[in-house]
């Protein structure tokens, strides 16, 4: 889907996700893998997802437990929220069933589906940064999202996705994602890069108001706060 068909979801500011767009595709044109994983700036094909794959190792494969709920991952069909050129989503098409990725960027998306155009059970779409409906109603068993929400600038659009994650997470299901934690200072920008901070009282009030028990959290106060919200 293109970025001119993108209708931004009723409540929201246009020009806040117009700016995250147009940031990320820059970005993506610029340097793709560096501002996905800014641990390096040169990284080769094999580098940059091998390092997906050791996020997916300790962030998913380490929470099976949480993540599956005694189902089997091949009968499993998951989400990635800024799936950017699919640094992570080749892992996941590895260990379940089926993968939907979604990304503001449309770079980042034609990238990515040029990238994993191996893996048939992975499927990227480019979305309008704040919800779902690109995906339809699709049933997911488990959404999952990594230094992501933390460059979000606008605690409105995260609210949005959390709801929307909430719409097609089956009952039960977790959706497992980190947000900034970090306290930044009054005169920080607040852009594409710089995302608005989240309390262990914020990141709860948002659980609940979008239908989820915070059951988990780890990281709080820090840049890498993760939440385990799972459906009621």
């Known amino acids: 889907?293109?970025?001119?068909?993108?209708?931004?979801?009723?409540?929201?500011?246009?020009?806040?996700?117009?700016?995250?767009?147009?940031?990320?595709?820059?970005?993506?044109?610029?340097?793709?893998?560096?501002?996905i994983a800014t641990a390096n700036s040169t990284?080769?094909?094999?580098?940059?997802?091998?390092?997906?794959?050791?996020?997916?190792?300790?962030?998913?494969?380490?929470?099976?437990?949480?993540?599956?709920q005694d189902k089997n991952p091949k009968q499993m069909k998951v989400l990635e929220i800024g799936c950017g050129t699919g640094r992570m989503s080749r892992s996941?098409?590895?260990?379940?069933?089926?993968?939907?990725?979604?990304?503001?960027?449309?770079?980042m998306i034609a990238q990515g589906r040029n990238d994993l155009a191996d893996m048939p059970n992975v499927h990227l779409f480019q979305n309008s940064g704040a919800d779902l409906k690109v995906l339809g109603?699709?049933?997911?068993?488990?959404?999952?999202?990594?230094i992501v929400f933390q460059h979000i600038p606008s605690r409105e659009v995260i609210y949005s996705y959390?709801?929307?994650?909430?719409?097609?997470?089956?009952?039960?299901?977790?959706?497992k994602f980190q947000v900034q934690g970090a306290q930044l200072q009054?005169?920080?920008?607040?852009?594409?890069?710089?995302?608005?901070?989240?309390t262990e009282a914020d990141?709860?009030?948002?659980?609940?108001?979008c239908g989820f028990e915070?059951?988990?959290r780890h990281g709080i106060g820090s840049q890498y706060f993760w939440l385990w919200f799972f459906k009621k």
């Open 1 to 35: 889907m293109s970025s001119s068909s993108q209708i931004s979801p009723a409540g929201l500011d246009a020009s806040i996700l117009n700016k995250m767009r147009d940031e990320w595709d820059q970005r993506s044109r610029e340097n793709a893998r560096h501002y």
């Open 43 to 68: 990284w080769d094909s094999r580098e940059f997802y091998e390092s997906g794959r050791l996020n997916v190792y300790y962030e998913i494969l380490n929470d099976l437990g949480n993540v599956c």
């Open 92 to 107: 996941l098409g590895e260990v379940f069933g089926e993968v939907y990725g979604v990304d503001i960027s449309g770079e």
């Open 137 to 146: 109603d699709v049933q997911i068993d488990f959404a999952f999202s990594y």
């Open 162 to 175: 959390t709801r929307e994650v909430n719409r097609l997470l089956r009952p039960g299901g977790l959706f």
């Open 186 to 198: 009054p005169d920080a920008p607040r852009d594409s890069w710089l995302g608005v901070p989240f």
């Open 203 to 209: 990141a709860i009030e948002m659980a609940e108001a």
């Open 214 to 216: 915070a059951r988990y």
